[in-house]
């Protein structure tokens, strides 16, 4: 998904702030494929969850003209994770919020960016279908409440496998 959105102080010639947000299932395996996409977009920021990575392999892991901004990767299952890249022209910070971070449940990175005129946190999350959604719901107010800025925007990207057409959507589905 790639979300365009006008952004006054942003640096760019047409004042857009492009992000692109995938749930890749496998980065791995779809690199080829991934960077001729990112070559035709060329979006300021990058959002992937499930990108199924160990820290090793995702930390020597490299797009062209982008750097890792923040990642979480799973430790004791397989799959998941999220990460951040931002465009080498980006200027940004990483905020932890690893201990935030429950494997299937809450997968979280966040970076901070700025322009000009205006700051924005950006994050990228995902949450397992089968992961624990009160979990989930109570730890992301929570860290949404405690970044809370009134002079800084939020942007949430990621993969949230929550069914609101299900009458009861707080209990976790039978697989």
């Known amino acids: 998904m790639i979300n365009s959105k ?17 749930n890749i299932q ?23 969850s499930e990108h199924h990575l160990n820290n090793s392999y995702i930390n020597m892991f490299h797009i062209p003209s982008y750097r890792l901004g923040a990642n979480y990767c799973r430790t004791t299952l397989k799959c998941g994770g999220t990460c951040i890249f931002a465009r080498e022209d980006v200027h940004f910070s990483d905020i932890n919020l690893s201990e935030h971070c429950m494997e299937k449940d809450l997968e979280i990175t ?18 397992a279908p089968s992961g624990d959604l009160k979990y989930f719901c109570d730890h992301l107010e929570e860290i949404l409440l405690s970044l809370y800025n009134p002079k800084i925007q939020f942007i949430l990207c990621g993969d949230f496998n929550i069914d609101f057409s299900r009458s009861n959507h707080w209990q976790n589905p039978i697989d």
């Open 26 to 48: 496998g980065l791995k395996n779809k690199l080829d494929e991934f960077t001729i996409t990112l070559a035709e977009i060329k979006p300021h920021v990058i959002c992937i």
């Open 110 to 127: 966040a970076l901070k960016v700025n322009f000009k005129k205006v700051s924005l946190i950006i994050m990228c999350l995902y949450r």
């Open 6 to 22: 006008p952004l006054k102080g942003v640096a760019d010639a047409k004042n857009y702030l492009i992000i692109y947000n995938q």
